[in-house]
């Protein structure tokens, strides 16, 4: 595991909370839209020791109330992960996990095991072409294998029944996204705690070039669909 990023103080990524967000390496999805490509490999540079990060926090301790561990994957540091965010909830801090929900054995032992305080779960798009818009699942992809759906809905399944507070949000992206998909997300994750739509944004870091953002009135529309099912269902960080 590789601490490859750290943003010190943020009011937006732990709803309610002052926090600190730490990147870790390594991802197990190629999302064409991605916009932290540089955290995707092993080959990320490492930014600080895990020392070195609890000495950061044990420092803010008092001004910070949460950490938010993101990544790239985390779950992809089963046993690394649980010793981090065991270590920082022992400062006091609050700890949200931030997972593609591909690995749902690890999501639910994190979270059983009193590690986790809060879960943000990707739902990338409609269940019909997940693998494609995870960037998995074909021949010229980089990871091999095949694409487990099963797993992205049982992690959500688990996480709608209540065992950790939680949201699920999908990044909306022009020639990916169009109102089908939020027929069948509303469908999938009817009744959930949080949903947000979100906008997409160039990082000028994005895996794959080429890609735009919706306007908020065509966010909008896309909202209408999914309160169907999930009435409380919000646009997060979209203002044009």
Same mark, same amino acid.
């Given at each position: 595991?590789?601490?490859?990023?750290?943003?010190?103080?943020?009011?937006?990524?732990?709803?309610?909370?002052?926090?600190?967000?730490?990147?870790? #390496? &390594?991802?197990?999805?190629?999302? /064409?839209?991605?916009?932290?490509?540089?955290?995707?490999?092993?080959? %990320?540079?490492? !930014? +600080?020791?895990?020392?070195?990060?609890?000495?950061?926090?044990?420092?803010?301790?008092?001004?910070?109330?949460?950490?938010?561990?993101?990544?790239?994957?985390?779950?992809?540091?089963?046993?690394?992960?649980?010793?981090?965010?065991?270590?920082?909830?022992?400062?006091?801090?609050?700890?949200?996990?931030?997972?593609?929900?591909?690995?749902?054995?690890?999501?639910?032992?994190?979270?059983?095991?009193?590690?986790?305080?809060?879960?943000?779960?990707?739902?990338?798009?409609?269940?019909?072409?997940?693998?494609?818009?995870?960037?998995? #699942? &074909?021949?010229?992809?980089?990871? /091999?294998?095949?694409?487990?759906?099963?797993?992205?809905?049982?992690? %959500?399944?688990? !996480? +709608?029944?209540?065992?950790?507070?939680?949201?699920?949000?999908?990044?909306?992206?022009?020639?990916?996204?169009?109102?089908?998909?939020?027929?069948?997300?509303?469908?999938?994750?009817?009744?959930?705690?949080?949903?947000?739509?979100?906008?997409?944004?160039?990082?000028?870091?994005?895996?794959?070039?080429?890609?735009?953002?919706?306007?908020?009135?065509?966010?909008?529309?896309?909202?209408?669909?999914?309160?169907?099912?999930?009435?409380?269902?919000?646009?997060?960080?979209?203002?044009?």
């Amino acid at each position: 595991m590789k601490i490859c990023g750290l943003q010190k103080t943020t009011l937006l990524d732990y709803p309610g909370k002052v926090a600190a967000t730490v990147f870790l #390496g &390594g991802c197990n999805f190629r999302c /064409p839209f991605c916009h932290n490509t540089d955290l995707l490999t092993g080959n %990320a540079p490492e !930014l +600080m020791t895990t020392e070195e990060l609890l000495t950061f926090l044990k420092r803010r301790q008092g001004i910070l109330e949460g950490v938010c561990i993101t990544g790239g994957e985390p779950t992809l540091w089963p046993e690394e992960a649980a010793d981090l965010m065991e270590r920082i909830k022992e400062m006091g801090y609050r700890v949200k996990l931030d997972t593609n929900g591909y690995r749902p054995q690890v999501l639910k032992d994190l979270c059983s095991h009193g590690v986790v305080d809060y879960v943000a779960m990707d739902i990338k798009a409609g269940r019909w072409h997940y693998a494609e818009v995870c960037g998995i #699942g &074909g021949p010229s992809r980089e990871l /091999p294998g095949s694409f487990l759906l099963s797993a992205i809905e049982e992690s %959500a399944a688990w !996480l +709608m029944e209540g065992h950790v507070s939680y949201e699920f949000r999908t990044t909306t992206v022009k020639g990916i996204h169009d109102a089908k998909d939020f027929t069948d997300i509303a469908a999938w994750i009817g009744g959930c705690e949080r949903y947000f739509i979100q906008g997409f944004v160039d990082s000028g870091n994005v895996l794959k070039s080429g890609f735009s953002a919706y306007k908020r009135a065509e966010l909008d529309e896309f909202l209408n669909i999914v309160k169907t099912t999930v009435p409380n269902a919000e646009i997060r960080g979209v203002d044009y």
